[in-house]
């Protein structure tokens, strides 16, 4: 299966991208997060596609997925 999303130290400084793009999976979701819509998102750059913006999507959910969390007990004081 192809890797929709990569990181590679060389392009934009080894953030995850869309492959075969410059897109950062950041920008996409600070442009959802700001209002636009999938669609619009789409228009300001003709190399993303639909399935692109998808994986993204899915690459920001299983990353904060995969995180940890330690409890901390209360401190008292």
Same mark, same amino acid.
């Given at each position: !299966? $192809?890797?929709?999303?990569?990181?590679?130290?060389?392009? !934009?400084?080894?953030?995850?991208?869309? *492959?075969?793009? #410059?897109?950062?999976? +950041? @920008?996409?979701? #600070? #442009?959802?997060?700001?209002? +636009?819509?999938? $669609? $619009?998102?789409?228009? *300001?750059?003709?190399?993303?596609?639909?399935?692109?913006? #998808?994986? *993204?999507?899915?690459? *920001?959910? @299983?990353?904060?997925?995969? +995180?940890?969390?330690?409890?901390?007990?209360?401190?008292?004081?």
């Amino acid at each position: !299966m $192809e890797a929709w999303v990569i990181r590679d130290p060389e392009v !934009m400084l080894g953030k995850p991208v869309v *492959a075969g793009t #410059r897109i950062t999976v +950041e @920008e996409i979701l #600070r #442009r959802l997060a700001a209002g +636009e819509t999938p $669609e $619009e998102v789409l228009a *300001a750059h003709p190399r993303l596609t639909p399935e692109g913006l #998808r994986a *993204a999507l899915l690459y *920001a959910a @299983e990353t904060l997925g995969a +995180e940890v969390y330690y409890p901390v007990p209360d401190k008292v004081a």
